[in-house]
């Protein structure tokens, strides 16, 4: 249904309704307007201060060859619309603070309020980024004991916050690489990544200048190392890893493999998606990684905000440090911040200090956490995973039965074959149950895969109360009746066409016909 | 010290038992011992909240630049952010939501980002917008990549009107992509775009697959974008235009230009100036190359009972699904942002959004005007500006800045000497009163004395 | 449903889910548990800051017999759960950020998010109450500014902020005249109120110390003035007043009433809910009032907060001003303000200085909206329920359908005898409509009510909608079929058994058996 | 001017027309020409919404006393005040909803204050609280009034070691309800309840209702509660305590030594100090006497497919249905502030209440130890205290007051001489760090010199 027309018996010649919460999941199921049928001619909403400053005209300000013709349409709304609108988006909307957020790969943990009151300081927020170090010592200092801390965690020498997202630190990473690699006088053309890895993987390694060559995982799930040493040559500028992989198993064989690129003359970068599993019990700088990327936007706290922002620092081993993208906040013998780049840096990788607000909520969450809490982090993200693992013995495949760490891999493989039941339906039918889907169809060696990744901040009795959910949607599609199929359907909108919106493209709303 | 885990002993000896396991530690074994960490991590003990507030309190009370009256621009700006886009951007389903891979309960964050995406076209003056990249410099780049992989060919002339930053951070991605990046300098603050023959302007003796201007540029000047479309329509090159969308209140849409692919800097929407981040990269391009967009893109379609729905569209461009020939890399993108920024522009509304860019001309005016008439400060370009200006000083900028900052203000943004001369870059917005400025104008005097 | 109570399939003997979201609307209508039944024992959220006091036990802080044996259990429940709980519960309850709220006498208008900001500056929520006033000049400033700004609105001369809500305005009113008449040497015993008053009117007459006369309404709604006249003598302390009154109509006889009961030496007291419809274009002290209370939660838009807190400030005329609680901020001649308490003072009404954030909030939006403003605030809330008014003739019985005022009675009395339609039904269908229901059954002298405001920041739009749907459950009853009668279906409840509440009362959880 | 009206003037004229009018003043026919403001309210004109925040921010600027670290107390406290509790308090569905009318869509509202009520219940000792009152104050009068009411006595014996401000509140509305309150003095800090003949006592020379006493009383001093209890056992009176909810996280309940209503301040749950307001009247009592509670009560019951729900009950006591009849007028009440205080009282849990009390009573302890060790500074009162307490000096308290303002400390609550004698009132919460208390005690010292 979509909302009504406006009705001829009134006045009202124009729009959609405005107050009218009918979409809001509260009281019913209509489509909420979008804020173009809520726009109405001349409605406004802003307001500006009393400046005294000179009203010279448009015509007076700007040459007429610049000026805009006629109206800039954007929207006419008042603030009350606006509130309202924007209000019933968000009941339309699943998050963290609703409820569980199994995502595998994404660590939907709980983020504390008190990062969010920490990154909203105004000492914080209202800093140009142009002042001089002078007058922002206090952000100088925040970043570099954040980047000092970082490389504590991972085990390395230095980092830089300037990457925003994972995707960022790992195309930062990997020009790092190069830049080394050329250095040494040889550039290298190929990175080795395994087919259990994640998407932007290959894809940074594409825009890093190399060729992507897949090593293919052993029937343990980890990577087949005797397939690695034959795709090693003099060639390879490096190998990416996640460790734990997506299987959120541990590569146990870590060392040799460290050992094995070493050898060659390649690099170790460590993908730290997976951070959450080993904080505090061993380090990628342990493991003989080179090149760490972190998501602190997984690991530590920093809230998804529907896809972003999010942060991902890279920390290098001491030998790389020469090239770390610039500038970076140093502290002198005095005390004194001040910013430095380092002498062979590759250059910048963000406009500025990176996602400086997404850093400092993760600088308070470290502060707050911190080294013992942390090392619990990852302790109860574990026994989450396990238990939910053992839990569900029996109700799915568990391709992989074996200690996992902080996620791990299911598949419905079995269950479609004999009751039709996919993974993408279980991912529906538990958004019915009260419970965010887990991740489905990644990662790509394993079939029909569900991967759930519980956190550390999800209750024993949440995670009963998952395997629950989960046990009785296989039950159902034993029992036959295809429910799962036709799921959701208490949500705000029931399953969406995906291929029709590929097909017939609406990507804004002047595109509509 | 809050870890926000709920275990209670008890209950993880309960859960492990049920594992068959009776420690911890035996969680980890799959770790091998030698590289087990001895001692735990080398940081502190946590802090309880209130001492993490307190910390957090000392810290952000030592960026004395917080409190001044700012004047500085450079591609991020002291605009007004209303009480009620903070109070829905706040907005914990907002905040604490994950890219939308369920649409069916993510409707609220692809409905806003749809929403954002119309914003942006509008006022980009092309059809189509992505869902947000990093920032005006990773913008820059996705566009250049784009542009590559549209022309095929190697090299972009970028003009250096680009914000300094942003020309920077396509140098550091052009080293793992081969591009060839052209800079083409301004005269007089306007890019001169070379003329005749090419062979003098790349290494690679190119034609370039696009040309990259920033309109109004780096130094507030008002490019002549006619002559920059006219060089690339004779050279076969795309129109990569960064627009300022603030500015586009008044200005003419890059897309009533010509431009290709239009990209810029959003923080002026909503966001503080955070000290550089998190901000937004705008993204918007014509229809043409909907298929080579970088990162997610929402799109309107129905669900199995013929309601109107929003899902991200087109994955196949992207990273998770093309993995090594994806359009990007991009994943985890600015979303919140972009909510932000369309419920601001949304606030603006088509008034709001020229009342802005007016004021924001006016106070430039007005501030321009007075600073000139001190002895000494000297216009650094002749080019007609908008809402920002560069002047020259008697004395070093920086030393300007310091001594203002004395007086209460950020005076500017200082330019880099070596290309555009010494020099301080002033921006002017809509929150600054004529009593600041005039005061602003007296100190100003004082410290070039 | 209740939630799964969990499954011996898994170890975990104790709770109920907690990080499932079954009960949020954007996924399911399952019940959403108690605290009490989300609780584990052991578990925490509390986090104190280090303070190096030394740590004495309970025992050497507290002698024996007044310490509390064994544990007082409050809940034990981690911050997560705490914050899933709590927003899921903000998924189940209607609010004017959502949509429209025509509940009739409560002025459910938007309450600008600018006002929310000035309530929490630390500068005002910091303040002690007992701070000397040297040290809280801007707290006197604003509350001595707003006392006057109010009377500027209302026509009279002094006021006070104490009064917490508007009874509370109400009773302190009340508490005026009988000092006022007792120094005058004759208390007085009576206190006459029109027959469709407010509930708490009489009840605060009678805390007041008086005795309750009702004055019936006459057929055009309003007092019936020879009735009025006839219960007027010299034992009438006064009479209580809404004007417009709660059917929506302006009592014309207005000045011939206010002559009348001050012949016989009475006052008159301005119950001022309806205030927000006549802002700029009359006053109470213009009428002929001696005693006007104000409801700041409904014209000055400090939202309700789901029931309160309120501010319900009293301004009277000059001659009662030395009876006004106190202490008030008063500014000398020095530009200082200090506290003053009137000569003749009834006494505090409040532990403090009332409920001074709302005060705060309703300030700043009076500061917003300035003169102009308020009137404009008045010509649009009269502009909507007019329209409104006329848009659902012939729909619903309109019992008094003359120029309502900012709201007017409409009733199902027709449509119950021919179709069984209640008002109650009505209200219950409008809530699957996506709107908030009118107050019904309200005032007594209207069969049937349904009682509607829609306030003056409802679009147009949105009152076509409004009226589009008042009218689609009118049709539908007549249609027959019943659908109001077990409306709403699409809430998170359905409709309620509020017999069964009083029946078999279970107040508190631990009540349950 | 920011009127948040949306009407365009197209719009207005248009529903103007639909009325058959023509202005809009035509909409205020029916107020008599004589009644009408000529010229407009004499206000000034509306600001824009940033001059607004400004001269907001002007005033609270203005209050020094906001910033001082804070040993005042005097039933107004300065707790922390988690950013979890903040956020969820703040959420617009709590803050924007009215009174609960309408049940369905209510359950959060209503569940939230369910929880409330069994909150406060658990914690005062008796199996039924209601959903709020607006103060200390209020609920003591309501107390008063319920005794009043359940005996058809008048007298009611109210202990001086009662809030003063409460007492005077009492005084105020017992003007209108005829009610005799007779005030029993504190000896040595402790109430001194008449043994014998109570002729004396009262100028009705009637048995009181009930006895109304502070738990700890308004001194800090924990009182004889058994004794009170006794002495109105004795006399067929009911026991009214009013009880401090934080010392509740060690003290005994008030429904253990046998209270028949409980009252209290609920302030120090997740509200700020605020200037005195809204704060929040805690109201609990046993069960015999639930129907003639004030205010509004929660039950829970069912909808009519059998889920558990919510709902406002037994509505016949309240004033829109009984009217004068009522057992109290109250109306909108303080929801808000109630639900801030399940969320903090959760938040704080069963632990969490017992280490503040604790930690607030060592605070108190070692400050008072400390305190009491400076020259002339000497014990008010000998009674055992918890976590406020009072002190002699040898100066006047208000000058104390005003020199530790400066000092950076808002130094405590100055005494009203007449009762208790000249003195300061000193709290010390869980917020006050030893380096405070000694900075305090330091500057205290040569305050008093
Ligand atoms: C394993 C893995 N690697 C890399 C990424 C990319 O990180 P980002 O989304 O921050 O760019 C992700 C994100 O989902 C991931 O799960
Ligand atoms: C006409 C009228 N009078 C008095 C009141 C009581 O005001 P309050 O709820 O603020 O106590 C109301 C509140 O609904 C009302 O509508």
């Known amino acids: 249904m979509t909302p009504d027309t406006l009705r001829p018996g009134g006045p009202i010649a124009h729009g959609a309704p405005g107050g009218r919460a009918s979409s809001a999941p509260v009281v019913g199921r209509d489509t909420e307007p979008t804020i173009f049928e809520l726009s109405a001619p001349g409605r406004t909403a802003w307001s500006f201060r009393t400046t005294e400053v000179p009203e010279w005209s448009a015509d007076e300000l700007v040459p007429a060859a610049h000026l805009h013709e006629g109206e800039l349409g954007v929207t006419e709304i008042s603030e009350r619309d606006l509130v309202g609108h924007f209000t019933r988006l968000t009941h339309r909307q ?12 994404c660590t939907m943990k709980y983020n504390p309020k008190l990062c969010d009151e920490a990154a909203g300081l105004p000492g914080l927020a209202n800093a140009h980024p142009t002042a001089p170090a002078a007058l922002t010592q206090g952000w100088l200092a925040l970043l570099g004991d954040l980047a000092d801390r970082l490389c504590r965690i991972t085990g390395m020498h230095s980092a830089t916050l300037q990457p925003p997202a994972g995707a960022a630190g790992e195309l930062t990473g990997l020009l790092l690489m190069r830049a080394w690699h050329a250095d040494k006088g040889r550039p290298r053309t190929k990175v080795i990544i395994p087919d259990s890895a994640h998407g932007t993987n290959p894809a940074s390694v594409t825009l890093g200048g190399y060729e992507t060559i897949t090593v293919p995982s052993d029937a343990r799930g980890c990577v087949d190392v005797a397939a690695l040493r034959e795709r090693l040559d003099d060639d390879v500028a490096g190998i990416m890893l996640t460790n734990p992989n997506t299987l959120g198993l541990f590569e146990e064989d870590i060392a040799e493999i460290a050992a094995a690129v070493h050898e060659v003359g390649g690099l170790l970068y460590y993908d730290g998606a997976n951070l959450n599993a080993i904080l505090g019990v061993t380090r990628p700088g342990d493991m003989g990684f080179d090149i760490v990327h972190m998501n602190l936007h997984k690991t530590f706290a920093v809230p998804h905000g529907g896809g972003g922002p999010g942060a991902g620092p890279v920390a290098v ?82 391709p992989y039965d074996r200690p996992n760490m902080h996620e791990f891999v299911a598949s419905t493989a079995g269950l479609k074959r004999r009751h039709g039941l996919k993974a993408v339906d279980v991912a529906k039918r538990l958004l019915e149950e009260g419970f965010h889907a887990p991740t489905v169809y990644f990662p790509l060696i394993v079939e029909e895969a569900l991967m759930i990744e519980p956190t550390e901040t999800e209750s024993p009795q949440t995670m009963e109360a998952l395997a629950a959910a989960l046990e009785r949607i296989a039950v159902e599609a034993a029992d036959g009746g295809g429910v799962a199929a036709t799921a959701p359907r208490s949500t705000p909108v029931a399953r969406v066409d995906e291929a029709r919106a590929a097909r017939r493209l609406i990507p804004t709303w002047d595109a509509r016909d | 010290m809050p870890d926000y885990i709920p275990h209670t002993e008890a209950e993880t000896a309960e859960m492990l038992s049920f594992i068959g396991l009776s420690s911890l530690d035996e969680l980890f074994d799959a770790v091998p011992a030698a590289l087990r960490l001895a001692g735990g991590l080398d940081l502190p003990g946590g802090l309880s909240e209130p001492d993490t507030s307190a910390e957090m309190g000392r810290l952000a009370g030592a960026n004395a630049a917080a409190d001044l009256i700012c004047f500085a621009g450079a591609g991020a700006y002291d605009h007004e952010i209303p009480a009620a886009v903070r109070s829905l951007a706040s907005r914990s389903e907002f905040v604490t939501a994950y890219t939308p891979y369920q649409p069916e309960v993510a409707q609220g964050v692809l409905q806003a980002l749809f929403e954002y995406q119309t914003l942006i076209s509008r006022i980009a003056g092309v059809p189509v917008a992505n869902a947000s990249l990093y920032d005006g410099a990773s913008a820059c780049v996705e566009a250049v990549n784009l542009a590559v992989a ?125 000290f550089g981040g998190p901000y937004l990269g705008l993204f918007a391009c014509t229809m043409e190359h909907v298929r080579r967009l970088p990162g997610r893109l929402v799109g309107e379609t129905l669900d199995t009972e013929g309601r109107r729905a929003y899902v991200t569209t087109l994955r196949t461009r992207e990273q998770d699904i093309r ?127």
Chains 1, 3 share one sequence.
């Open chain 1, 317 to 398: 081993s001491e030998r790389l440090a020469p090239y770390l993208p610039g500038p970076r906040p140093v502290q002198g013998a005095d005390g004194q911040w001040s910013w430095e780049t380092p002498e062979r840096s590759i250059g910048r990788v963000h406009s500025w200090h990176g996602n400086a607000l997404a850093l400092a909520r993760a600088y308070s969450y470290i502060l707050a956490t911190g080294g013992d809490g942390l090392a619990h982090v990852a302790q109860a993200a574990v026994l989450n995973a396990n238990w939910l693992r053992h839990r569900l013995r029996g109700v799915y495949d568990l």
């Open chain 2, 323 to 449: 993995r090594e020939k994806a359009s990007s890399n991009v994943c985890t993108n600015q979303t919140l942002i972009a909510v932000t920024c369309a419920i601001q522009l949304a606030w603006l509304g088509t008034s709001g959004l020229r009342e802005l860019a007016l004021r924001c001309a006016r106070g430039t005016r007005y501030a321009r005007e007075a600073l000139l008439a001190i002895d000494g400060v000297e216009p650094l370009v002749s080019a007609p500006v908008l809402r920002e200006f560069a002047v020259r000083l008697p004395v070093a900028a920086d030393v300007v800045v310091e001594r203002l900052a004395e007086e209460g203000f950020l005076a500017g943004a200082p330019l880099a000497g070596e290309e555009y001369g010494d020099g301080l870059l002033v921006a002017v917005t809509e929150r600054r009163t004529r009593a600041q400025i005039d005061d602003y104008v007296a100190a100003f005097e004082k410290a070039v004395r």
């Open chain 1, 94 to 105: 699943y998050s963290v603070d609703l409820g569980a957020y199994p995502l595998g790969s």
């Open chain 2, 150 to 274: 549209a022309t095929r060919r190697e090299t972009v002339w970028v003009s250096q009107g680009v914000h300094p930053n942003w020309r920077a951070v396509m140098r550091t991605f052009a080293a793992g992509t081969g591009h060839d990046l052209v800079e083409i300098p301004l005269i007089d603050g306007v890019t001169a775009w070379p003329g005749g023959d090419i062979g003098a302007n790349t290494t690679s003796g190119e034609e370039p697959a696009a040309v990259l201007l920033q309109y109004p540029n780096y130094l507030g000047c008002l490019e002549d974008v006619e002559a920059a479309v006219a060089t690339a329509r004779r050279r076969g090159a795309l129109v990569l235009v960064a627009f300022d969308p603030v500015a586009a209140g008044l200005l003419r849409t890059p897309g009533s230009y010509g431009a290709d692919v239009v990209v810029g800097e959003g923080q002026p929407f909503g966001t503080p100036m955070s």
